[in-house]
Nanobody, 120 residues
Framework: VQLQASGGGLVQPGGSLRLSCTVSGFTLRLYFMSWFRQAPGQERDFVAVSRVSGGADYADSVTGRFTISRDTNENTVYLHLSSLKPEDTALYYC???????????????WGQGTLVTVSS
């Protein structure tokens, strides 16, 4: 099983980025896929989850600014980040699990993280 996260970088406040998480070794359509983030010196926090049924849930801090989606043909999950703020700066991780949980321990597989830095 592999989850390869990419797409991070340096962006100015108000800007946008698209993160990708390409997976292999399991059937994407059968798993809930989430993004978490971890800012320096802080705990890893839930950001968004893509449900198996096609819906999505978001943390309050990113609702209306971030969008999670998946492409089962490409075995990839995306997180589109817009209206970025300095407080969005963090390592962003993708994860796969059997439930749409906001809890780290509920996830079985994790990617390596991709760094998003929001700064002018």
């Amino acid at each position: 099983v592999q989850l390869q996260a990419s797409g991070g970088g340096l962006v100015q406040p108000g800007g946008s980025l698209r993160l990708s998480c390409t997976v292999s070794g399991f059937t994407l359509r059968l798993y809930f896929m989430s993004w978490f983030r971890q800012a320096p010196g802080q705990e890893r926090d839930f950001v968004a989850v893509s449900r198996v049924s096609g819906g999505a849930d978001y943390a309050d801090s990113v609702t209306g600014r971030f969008t999670i989606s998946r492409d089962t043909n490409e075995n990839t999950v995306y997180l589109h980040l817009s209206s970025l703020k300095p407080e969005d700066t963090a390592l962003y991780y993708c994860a796969a699990g059997p439930t749409p949980s906001t809890t780290i321990s509920a996830y079985w597989y994790w990617g390596q993280g991709t760094l998003v830095t929001v700064s002018s």
